[in-house]
């Protein structure tokens, strides 16, 4: 019935938003709503999208600006200025940080972001310090094939470069704007010629350089505390 129609694509939309899974649990949830979608007759696909639809990651317009100045910071100098330690760090602050550096809109923290990029709940639980900078300042130096930029050439002559969303054997559903992670394109499987993968990360480099010193500390706190107020680091 359209009641019980109406109940499902309104749980898929919440199972969705709502994710605490891993890289490809929005994923699968998204294929399952597509499929369900196409099945409609086709005088009812428009009024189940709109129940299907889910609030991405904000805009890049949407998240708040960082104080600054910043600067283009080097790893030797971030790793210098860990030397002041990380005691009494701004929760807040640091929580703002994660979206003014743009993590949130790829990354997940104490259940906020997206699920583009992988959780970081526990990346202060199993990296190091100079391991969590080094990925961030230099997000290509080693990156899983999951994560990589994949070049696609089509029968009409173009190129397009983005991480690959999803595929099946209709279409491939690509992310161009590494910044914007959840604008997407589709492109017929039958109108590829050629792909292949790059070893650059979908991560975008100088997400740091718009924040000062002291924004930095607060989110690198942040992010080791796995996003909780009461950790040693956000104490008197």
């Known amino acids: 019935t359209l009641e019980q129609r109406d109940t ?10 709502h994710s605490k899974g891993g890289y490809w649990y929005v994923e699968f949830w998204n294929r399952i709503r597509d499929a369900a979608l196409d099945s409609l007759p086709e005088n009812q696909q428009s009024r189940f999208e709109s129940l299907a639809a889910t609030s991405g990651p904000p805009e890049l317009e949407d998240l ?9 910071w080097q790893l030797a100098e971030l790793l210098s ?7 009494q760090r701004d929760f807040q602050n640091g929580r703002r940080m994660f979206s003014a550096a ?11 972001g997206s699920s583009v ?12 310090l100079r391991d969590i900078l080094d990925a961030i300042v230099h997000p ?9 930029v994949s070049i696609l050439f089509t029968d009409d002559g173009r190129s397009l470069s983005g991480r690959i969303v999803s595929r099946d054997n209709r279409k491939l559903t690509v992310a161009t704007d590494l910044r914007r992670p959840s604008q997407t394109m589709s492109v017929p499987m039958d109108t590829i010629e050629d792909e292949s993968l790059t070893p650059i990360s979908t991560m975008p480099e100088e997400l740091l350089n718009s924040l000062n010193e002291d924004e930095i500390l607060d989110l690198l706190a942040y992010l080791i505390a796995g996003g909780d107020a009461g950790h040693p680091v956000f104490r008197d």
């Open 117 to 128: 990029g992988p959780d970081l709940s526990a990346v202060g639980q199993r990296f190091m």
């Open 64 to 72: 708040p600006k960082p104080q600054g100045p910043g600067k283009d």
């Open 102 to 112: 743009q993590c949130v809109s790829c990354h997940r923290l104490a259940g906020e």
């Open 81 to 87: 200025i860990l030397q002041a330690g990380f005691r």
């Open 140 to 148: 290509s130096k080693a990156v899983s094939d999951q994560y990589r």
């Open 8 to 17: 499902y694509f309104r749980l898929l939309a919440d199972a969705t938003a």
